[in-house]
């Protein structure tokens, strides 16, 4: 339903969020060491600042459609999903680094270390100033 209503996805993201940015705010500080937290609308909600990076997660438009039919959804549907969320070259311009997930999973795991370890020594170079 959302995906077809504007309206009635503001107000569920107005009912969602909160509560997800309360709940993780209280898990952060819960937490010792290396965390890291996976928010699909960070972006969206413009709760970019405070974090040590923000990482997004992107693909070809093609690849999204083709893994949403794997999933059983029409074309139909993938686009109104799609179409319904901020442009993904928004996305990777408020983000620190971008993951290409392209190809296969080991592609993408390989990706994904190399990105926190680039991380890893940033905040380490920031620590030994």
Same mark, same amino acid.
């Given at each position: ?43 969206? @909600? ?5 974090? +040590? *990076? ?8 093609? !690849?999204?459609? /083709? ?31 971008? @993951? ?5 999973? +080991? *592609? ?8 926190? !370890?680039?991380? /890893? ?9």
């Amino acid at each position: 339903v959302v995906f077809g209503d504007a309206s009635a996805r503001i107000a569920l993201n107005q009912l969602v969020h909160p509560a997800v940015m309360c709940e993780t705010r209280s898990w952060l500080e819960q937490q010792v060491g290396n965390t890291a937290v996976l928010i699909p609308l960070l972006v969206e @909600i413009g709760w970019v600042d405070g974090w +040590d *990076a923000v990482i997004c997660v992107s693909a070809d438009e093609p !690849e999204v459609l /083709r893994r949403m039919n794997q999933r059983g959804w029409s074309a139909e549907e993938a686009r109104k999903r799609m179409a319904a969320q901020m442009p993904l070259a928004e996305k990777e311009e408020q983000s620190d680094f971008i @993951i290409q997930n392209n190809e296969t999973l +080991d *592609a993408l795991r390989l990706e994904t270390r190399t990105v926190l !370890e680039r991380i /890893r020594n940033q905040r380490n170079m920031d620590e030994r100033r």
